[in-house]
């Protein structure tokens, strides 16, 4: 099992650019979620999703959407990035929402 | 503040030593997670301990939970180089950003510095 990927590792984006992050799990969880860490900060919850077809708001959604069409697959995507957004995103999986949750290895995105 | 702070900040010992980490948070809880972050790596969830708990082991980790104090503590026993590690307290807390339902909140985290 291959667990949590995300797809890319690292991007560098200008402002005002729009890219697409790809996160994979095989696990079979119901609940998919993306986060942001910033330095010395833990991480904050961008958006979620309980299950197929469904996406909901987290602390801190500006910027940025959601899209479940697959089960296994969760995308975060930003349609004009900002400087704001530079930070290392993760993705996580989990059976429930206070459950265990497996996370992604991340992806360092950097606009300038 | 956040839900779940863990103190110190830092903290370096040497190998061989016990490393104890604090997390206090506001509300109540279900349950209260702990996890580990390796430097550029995802977190790896290490132990969960439910609200009616008040200490639990896995291997060198021993968590404690005292909900009177709001209050949980990670022991790393007989400590490693390779524990050298970012560890997160996660909690789980209403949020009305998510309708409500309960959702995990991470603290801002405790690093970990085992000397060889």
């Known amino acids: 099992n291959a667990g949590v990927t995300q797809t890319p590792k690292f991007r560098v984006l200008k402002t005002g650019q729009s890219m697409t992050l790809l996160c994979a799990q095989d696990?079979?969880?119901?609940?998919m979620y993306w986060y942001r860490q910033d330095p010395g900060m833990g991480l904050r919850l961008i958006h979620y999703?309980?299950?197929?077809?469904?996406?909901a708001k987290g602390e801190v959604p500006d910027g940025y959407n959601v899209s479940r069409l697959k089960k296994q697959n969760f995308l975060l995507g930003l349609e004009s990035a900002a400087p704001s957004q530079t930070s290392v995103y993760f993705c996580a999986s989990s059976y429930g929402m206070t459950y265990e949750q497996f996370f992604g290895p991340g992806t360092r995105l950097t606009v300038l | 503040s956040q839900q779940g702070e863990e103190d110190p900040q830092a903290l370096s010992i040497q190998e061989g030593e016990n490393a104890t980490m604090n997390c206090s948070y506001k509300t109540s809880i279900n349950n209260l997670q702990w996890y580990r972050q390796n430097s550029g790596r995802g977190l790896v969830h290490l132990i969960l301990?439910?609200?009616?708990?008040r200490e639990k082991h896995s291997g060198r980790l021993r968590v404690t939970l005292d909900t009177s104090k709001k209050s949980s503590s990670l022991l790393i026993t007989a400590s490693r180089a390779a524990d050298t590690a970012s560890y997160f307290c996660?909690?789980?807390?209403?949020?009305?950003?998510?309708?409500?339902?309960?959702?995990?909140?991470f603290g801002s985290g405790t690093q970990l510095t085992v000397l060889p």
């Open positions: 696990m079979n969880h119901e609940y």
């Open positions: 996660a909690t789980d807390v209403h949020s009305f950003s998510s309708g409500s339902a309960r959702q995990l909140t």
């Open positions: 999703s309980v299950g197929e077809g469904t996406t």
């Open positions: 301990i439910r609200s009616n708990e």
